[in-house]
């Protein structure tokens, strides 16, 4: 599916991928391919780190994979099975992790990944590093230090009926599956990204249903972004004091905002601070350039998680402190090997990504403990 002519300016398109199915058919081929020989290991072979890390795994396995990993270490592992149903009534989980020292009273940090249902690699991108903490504790300084001092409390796959539509044929759909009523054109879905209740609407998605963007009929009005804003501000969970919204793709730490409010310099300060404290990890990490920058500054983008977890609603509740909130779309770059095929990144390149974003969490962990928002 080559796109050759837009309007009438012929001469500034850019065509980078000249066959888009045949990119989807051979990723799917491959997919089936793998999954056959995966659903025909033993259970305990299954969810081997070189197993389970050599491809994507489908919703069902994906949970049952935490809940293996839950039951390995449950000292260090909670498994909440729901924390709300999707439209067509699929649970989201939950997992918190953390070690027993002050349990009740350190601090918490949120994590989520898979908003827009294509987005393979954000889910994928948790596992690894979860895995990494659980795995290490006890015998990796670093790991261990983590579940020591923080709390995680971790969504792993938000839109859970978008990513399990994804396994069926259409690999490239990004919202939810609600059908939107009175829509002239019978559209189905809202992009979960643009339906938090922060700056709602204002510029950066549509009110148009069939859009890929169609932010809801009103903030908010999704049962995954009820059930994660219902579950985020749970009396539980008064200690936040950071949280990332994990994406896909072009390499980018956005931290808030998606429109061109503003707010105090020295909180701009550090939270320009830590996002491109992440970007140098990576990049000494792996060589990988991630860009650092406020969302307005790449485009404008309102309704986003990120932004809600650093706004008012949350402000409201918790009046002592801002948290440090993210969005940071993973790999590839445009520019970079794989970046002409976007969403479509290889099962290869798991593992290099779940380790240069590890890195950069190990420090985001060390300098918002150090450099806590606190509001006078």
Partial sequence: MAVSHLFQDEDSIQVVTPDVQAVLD??????????????????ADKFKA??????????????????DLTEKYPDLIT?????????????????????????????????????????WIGPATVQYFIHQLVTGYGADKTSTSILDRVELIVVPLMNVD??????????????????NKGD????????????????????????LPYSDVYMGPSPASENEVQALMKFFMNANHTRLVAGIDFHAFSQLILRPYGESC????????????????MAAVIREQSGKKYISEKTIELYKATGAASDWFYDED??????????????IE???????????????????QIVPTGKEIFEALKFYTDFVLANPIVVA
């Avoid at 051979?26 to 259970?43: D, G, I, V």
């Avoid at 070189?50 to 809940?67: C, G, P, V």
């Avoid at 503003?262 to 404290?277: Q, R």
């Avoid at 949350?314 to 969005?327: H, M």
Wanted: aromatic share 16%.
């Fill in 262 to 277: 503003t707010y105090p310099l020295n909180l701009l300060a550090l939270l320009k601070k830590a996002g491109d404290g």
């Fill in 162 to 179: 978008g990513y399990k539509y994804t396994w069926k044929g259409q690999r490239l759909w990004r919202k939810n599956r609600k059908p």
């Fill in 26 to 43: 051979k990723e799917m081929t491959k997919l089936m391919e793998a999954e056959s020989k995966f659903q025909s290991l033993s259970p």
């Fill in 314 to 327: 949350v402000f409201k509740w918790l009046p002592d402190r801002r948290l440090y909130a993210y969005t």
């Fill in 50 to 67: 070189d197993t389970w890390f050599a491809n994507y795994h489908t919703f069902e396995d994906i949970r049952a994979w935490y809940k």
């Fill in 184 to 207: 002239f054109f019978g559209s189905i879905g809202v992009d979960l990204n643009r339906n938090w209740p922060s700056h709602w609407g204002e510029g950066g998605s549509s009110s």
């Fill in 330 to 348: 993973l790999r590839p770059a445009a520019d970079e090997t794989w970046g002409n095929d976007g969403f479509i990144l290889p099962p290869e």
């Fill in 79 to 119: 498994f909440i099975p729901s924390i709300g149903k999707t439209y067509e009534g699929n649970d989201i989980f939950a997992i918190k992790v953390t070690s027993g020292k002050d349990r009740f009273t350190k601090p918490q940090i949120w994590y989520h990944s898979g908003d827009h249902a294509r987005e």
